[in-house]
């Protein structure tokens, strides 16, 4: 086997981006377990029927077929067909939770709040920038008929307080309602609301012009009709009176007015409200936010990172009434979906962050002679037992090497076993620091414990001008997502 | 869509379920990495060329095609194909860890140790009790050019000390060297080695007359060749200088005699002679593992779960010296991978254990009328703030229903919001004490916290005849997996 290369589109991290990864999962699944959303993990597959009922994702779908099929000359036959009820892997999170809350609402307690922390795939061609295969984080709500308006309140909420505990700087929450956009669509007397809003969808990236184009190809409106949609899609900002006055002000200059764009600003305006009292300034009204699914019937969210805008969204969702329905009960629910990798990706790629250190080892037991490693795996042991993590030293090399081992991993402390009688002794190896110790007692600060998120401070002007200043260097000479 | 059914081999939880695999996974990790071990994720796919190279799961795997390619034309007339770049879903960890270490090999530190906990996908026909997507636990140790022996104690120690911190009873690590029956083998003049190991594998399934029939017929063994691999099969036992000299009489006795197998019955008691000192009982030889892959070179490892071991091994592995290789260098290591799922699946189906609550809530804050929703909401925030995992209910209904709500998810505490100047006041449901509370100070006992797995009782002779006994309802009325 020669050296493999990467596969374009399935990321992987070295062990000090997987440590980065998973403080990010830890710190979502913590505020998300805080608020009461329990937890659910779905298989990976879904029979094709279900993957391809809705959206536009579902084309990009992964559909398996079991190798011995290419082998079994029965079998061999159906390998060009599709079928229905043969497996592919789910492309999100959302269509999987929908049929376990139908396959299983006897068994749920409504409103069931639940997260969702998996891989979900995309069958895409090979390109630059895109995922092929990504980790997503997944909050939902569902109701068991009804679902009232004020969990489209709650969740963000929820979102903009778990995003904020991640070292990812600010974010901004962005939301619109469908009520508002389909109320003023069909006020204006437009029809094709699913294809209107695929075209305002791609605004942020074809212009407004070619939306204009768009919307009167695709969505039956003439040129008066595109413009009315684009000045709606301009108008944006946080403060829930303002918007709602432009909007009407906008309505009555084209004569768009309809109960259901009442309604729908009065939810924005609760929501905006609600959101300036709790969180203020993060929460803002944008209403160009479309989202391609045709499922959703309320409120919709996205959400940017200040600074990295280009990014695009990094965690969106919305209100949806009818995704989850039996002949007799519909379920409806909110939900909110983080794009980690996307998130893991730019914050490893651009060294804004790295893991303190890339092992859990906070303690290496030097070992003096092959003869007495028995005394240094008691103190690791003993260490470990207090909830340390230690390991001990691969070889009874000369002590300066086995600090340089330690040191190539970012290990902080290496332990030095005292001979027959003598004390034990601990040395920060970043300091220099060496104090006697008893593997009983001693305690590492807590911030040494365990690896944590290292915010990377970018090099400022003045590091390049005044060289007397002593940077911390740790922080530089390290490329992450190259643990080191 | 009407209610859908369950995929056969894909199991999923309810989230009492879940809640149980979580902690099961949570103290895996815990213990792995207080040794030091990193974390590591791989992909779900690799080329197929790598997923067929070893091993007998090979021929289950999951081929992947792109939907697209069902209506392009061009691709259609390649449906038919197989090609060794096109992508498969890993059956095991192993296979895409050795694939990362030769990957990353240049930004690793040897010995490298990482744990791994993912899903894996066997492509096999739908039937009872197989899975065909299951969560492995995997850690390994692995070498640049050379391992030590003393890694084939190390790693089985951690193993032990991981599954005993899991309430799943007691479990015994069976071990066996492949050195000791290459050794014994050689000796007696066989030389298709992998197929006699292939063959005593089997020796569990289908009986010692079968495998001496198989010996013959598939490992060019004769009747009295066959029979003394079977008799070597028959030996086990903790005490390594017993077994050794049971081994040698053997030998002796079929003029089997080998440096492999001296070398390896040294290694055994070696192991032996470690693990009765750190923790005894735990680890004992067995003489009769084989395990099936050819890539094994010196310890291999069976794990059985005490009074379940109809269910097979739990956790397997073993030394391995040329998985990991390129062109100049070789990774040799050491691994052991637990079965996630099959584990989860005795638990939650036999009613062994469920979570103490299907949901994180701790506490539930009622709503007095929906205009003091906001004060409730407060509560919730403030306990929330001190790592209180709270929810506030979701109608401002009598205090009964609320109540009840809370008693539905086994929720143990609902908190009455003061009206105006009082109290605030919190009720354990379970025991019915009521005291007034600050939600500034107050903590629930730290059992209750979060949901914690616990051991459900059997009900015993005694509580069908005594029925004065007042036995925790609770842990009887509720099927488990089946959340509540």
Not at 166 to 188: A, D, Q
Not at 355 to 382: I, Q
Not at 421 to 443: F, L, M, N, P, Y
Request: charged share 25%; with cysteine; proline share 6%.
């Amino acid at each position: 086997m020669s050296r493999p290369a990467p596969l374009s589109g399935f990321p992987e991290w070295l062990p000090g981006g997987r440590i980065v990864e998973q403080r990010l999962l830890d710190s979502l699944r913590r505020t998300f377990e805080l608020h009461g959303f329990a937890p659910v993990e779905t298989r990976a597959v879904e029979p094709l029927a279900d993957l391809l009922r809705k959206g536009e994702t579902s084309k990009e779908v992964y559909v398996l077929r079991r190798l011995q099929e290419y082998s079994d000359p029965a079998a061999q036959e159906k390998l060009a067909e599709l079928d229905d009820k043969m497996l592919g892997l789910h492309f999100d999170l959302t269509v999987p939770f929908a049929r376990y809350v139908l396959e299983n609402a006897g068994h749920l307690e409504f409103p069931f709040k639940r997260y969702q922390i998996q891989k979900v795939w995309r069958g895409e061609r090979p390109q630059a920038g895109r995922f092929r295969e990504f980790t997503q984080a997944d909050v939902d709500i569902v109701g068991d008929g009804s679902l009232p308006f004020r969990y489209e309140v709650e969740l963000p909420l929820v979102m903009a307080e778990a995003l904020s505990a991640l070292p990812i700087g600010r974010v901004r929450l962005l939301v619109n309602n469908r009520k508002v956009s389909e109320g003023f669509y069909r006020g204006l007397g437009l029809e094709r609301i699913e294809d209107v809003l695929r075209g305002i969808d791609k605004l942020d990236k074809i212009g407004p012009a070619a939306t204009l184009d768009l919307l009167v190809e695709t969505a039956g409106a003439t040129p008066l009709q595109a413009r009315a949609c684009l000045e709606l899609a301009q108008l944006h900002g946080a403060d829930g009176d303002a918007l709602a006055a432009e909007v009407w002000q906008l309505a009555g200059k084209h004569g768009s007015s309809s109960n259901l764009l009442e309604e729908g600003l009065e939810e924005l305006k609760a929501l905006l409200a609600a959101a300036a009292a709790a969180q203020p300034g993060v929460i803002e009204a944008d209403l160009k936010i479309a989202r391609g699914l045709d499922y959703y019937t309320g409120t919709v969210y996205e959400t940017v990172l200040a600074g990295h805008e280009a990014l695009g969204s990094i965690c969106s969702g919305g209100r949806y009434d009818s995704l989850a329905a039996d002949g007799s009960r519909t379920y409806p629910g909110v939900g909110l979906s983080i794009g980690v990798t996307r998130l893991v990706s730019l914050l490893l790629g651009d060294n804004l962050v790295r893991a303190t250190r890339p092992t859990p080892t906070a303690v290496l037991v030097a070992v003096a002679d092959e003869a007495s490693r028995g005394r240094s795996a008691d103190v690791a042991r003993a260490l470990r037992r207090r909830g340390i993590p230690a390991d001990v030293a691969p070889t009874a090399a000369k002590f300066g090497k086995q600090i340089k081992f330690a040191d190539r991993r970012r290990i902080p402390y290496v332990w030095f076993p005292g001979a027959e009688g003598a004390e034990d002794e601990v040395k920060d190896i970043r300091s220099g620091d060496q104090v006697t110790a008893d593997a009983a007692t001693w305690h590492p600060p807590f911030d040494d414990l365990w690896p944590r998120i290292e915010t990377i401070e970018p090099p400022t002007l003045a590091d390049s001008i005044d060289t007397t200043i002593d940077a911390p260097k740790a922080a530089f000479d390290v490329t992450f997502g190259d643990a080191d």
